[in-house]
């Protein structure tokens, strides 16, 4: 294999997909291969320096990851390539979009003295619109992890009332059935906490499965359809 250098003191590899170690010399080594580059650095936090060179290689069509190895023997990837407007816009536009007309169902609801603008719901709008191929952004598992956590939470207060006991058992109830039931879907994991926390929401009893969480999902992911279709057909 020829070796290169370069400035930033790293060495760059050309040839067969293959491994190398650190150079006792240097402290970031970028490897080269047939249609992908990786930077490995010492440090868990890369220099700007070795990023500015994977934006340089992601724009020869390389695919580009950075590596980092410290004393934990921890391996984080980080994307190197650029990030479009697209890429930032739409999915943002999506958030705003998303508590825009959760707020305005509000309106409707709020002589019960409930809200469909609840934490939980964030957490799905940061799931579906940034990261839509993702395991939790699956419909089939934010629908039954929505549905099933809110019930744990409202079966825990009935048996425990309010409380660490209640909290910590629907909170147990809620992660081990997600997991069981591969249906993982991390942000219907505060539903039973908002529940047992939030007095105006005893009313709903065991309504509460599927109001607000479930049915605001409903128009999350009418939303997230939107943030897509632009994503892939208006790109800046």
Same mark, same amino acid.
């Given at each position: 294999m020829s070796v290169q250098r370069l400035p930033s003191s790293y060495k760059i590899f050309h040839g067969q997909r293959?491994?190398?170690?650190?150079? $006792? @010399?240097?402290?970031?080594s970028l490897f080269l291969f047939r249609n992908e580059a990786r930077i490995t650095h010492a440090s868990l936090f890369p220099s700007i320096r070795i990023r500015r060179e994977c934006r340089k290689i992601a724009k020869k069509g390389l695919l580009v990851q950075a590596t980092s190895e410290g004393s934990f023997g921890l391996g984080k990837w980080l994307p190197a390539s650029d990030v479009s407007i697209s890429d930032v816009l739409w999915p943002s536009a999506g958030a705003f979009l998303a508590m825009a007309m959760l707020g305005r @169902?509000?309106? +409707?609801? *709020?002589?019960?003295?409930?809200? &469909?603008?609840?934490?939980?719901?964030?957490?799905?709008?940061?799931? @579906?619109?940034?990261? $839509?191929?993702?395991?939790?952004?699956?419909?089939?598992?934010?629908?039954?992890?929505?549905? *099933?956590?809110? *019930?744990?939470?409202?079966? *825990? &207060?009935? @048996? +425990?009332?309010p409380g660490w006991l209640a909290r910590g058992a629907s909170l147990a109830a809620s992660i081990g059935f997600m997991i069981a039931t591969g249906t993982t879907h991390p942000p219907a994991a505060s539903l039973p906490l908002l529940f047992i926390d939030g007095a105006k929401l005893h009313k709903l009893h065991f309504w509460y499965a599927l109001f607000p969480g479930a049915v605001g999902c409903l128009l999350l992911c009418l939303i997230q359809e939107v943030v897509i279709y632009s994503k892939n057909n208006f790109k800046f």
């Open positions: 293959s491994s190398a170690s650190f150079s $006792p @010399l240097s402290t970031h @169902l509000d309106q +409707f609801v *709020a002589s019960k003295g409930v809200s &469909f603008t609840i934490a939980p719901l964030g957490a799905v709008c940061a799931v @579906l619109f940034a990261t $839509p191929t993702s395991p939790a952004a699956r419909k089939s598992n934010m629908f039954v992890a929505q549905i *099933a956590c809110a *019930a744990f939470g409202v079966l *825990a &207060f009935s @048996l +425990f009332g």
